[in-house]
């Protein structure tokens, strides 16, 4: 019973979905949740970085901020407007930067 529930929720974070709209940008893993939502005015600046290996997959906690990543070695770097980082793993980092910049609101 347990080895299943495991299984499961290791399979749970295989698989990540990234949504971007014209007001907020939302991350969820493959079973709707974990989800996180943050709305576009709250992020200052768009980066792509490669991640260390050691920082693993699912979410984890980073310097200065937080990994989201379901697998590969790159993600994309949120600023925030708090300071913080949000780094989004993604299959193709350079177009979901580049849609997320598209969409910010005008500073």
């Known amino acids: 019973g347990v080895a299943v529930v ?9 698989q990540m979905t990234v949504r971007v709209s014209h007001i907020n940008l939302q991350v969820a893993f493959a ?24 920082y693993g997959w699912g979410i984890r906690v980073v310097p200065n901020g937080m990994l989201w990543r379901a697998g590969g070695h ?12 949000l780094y989004i793993g993604a299959a193709d980092c350079e177009d979901l930067a ?10």
């Open 6 to 14: 495991a299984l499961g929720c290791m399979a749970g974070f295989r």
């Open 31 to 54: 079973y709707g949740w974990p989800r996180r939502t943050i709305n576009l005015s709250e992020i200052v600046d768009v980066s792509t970085h490669r991640m260390r290996a050691l």
């Open 74 to 85: 790159y993600a994309v770097r949120l600023e925030l407007s708090s300071g913080r980082y």
């Open 98 to 107: 580049r849609e997320i910049s598209e969409r910010l609101p005008a500073r």
